[in-house]
């Protein structure tokens, strides 16, 4: 499964990797990084949408995570990515304008990646 992550701290790309590295060698998550909303985009028309999944950061410098779902959710709907939004502010107001926007699934930071991994067993290829 293709997983495009799209976070502006530059640690997260090693975090993703040391996390799933099993995955990764058994060839189960493909993952790719984009720094910001503007270069998920970018992805996203370059590599014809192969993400199945999109885990985003809500707040970005430039457009946020909750622009960029918009965005994936308008122009991208066949066959619609799974987005789910990660963010440290686990508040009201971030979730509810999430899941009016689409969002499939809402996750805080730090992320628990044993629950991460088990989510994403679950997704439909």
Known sequence: MKIL???????VQTLFQQK????I????FDFAFAN????????????HQE??????DINMPGMSGLQLLAKIKKEYATPPPVVMMIT???????????????????????????S???KLKHIIV
Do not use: C
């Open 5 to 11: 992550v799209v976070d502006d701290e530059m640690d």
């Open 20 to 23: 799933f590295r099993k995955e």
């Open 25 to 28: 060698r058994d060839g189960e």
């Open 36 to 47: 910001s909303g503007e270069a998920a985009l970018a992805y996203m028309t370059d590599h």
């Open 51 to 56: 993400a199945v999944l999109i885990l985003s």
């Open 88 to 114: 440290a502010y686990g508040d009201a107001e971030n979730h509810r304008q999430a899941t009016e926007l689409g969002a499939d699934d809402f996750l805080t930071k730090p992320v628990d990646f044993i």
């Open 116 to 118: 991460l991994k088990e």
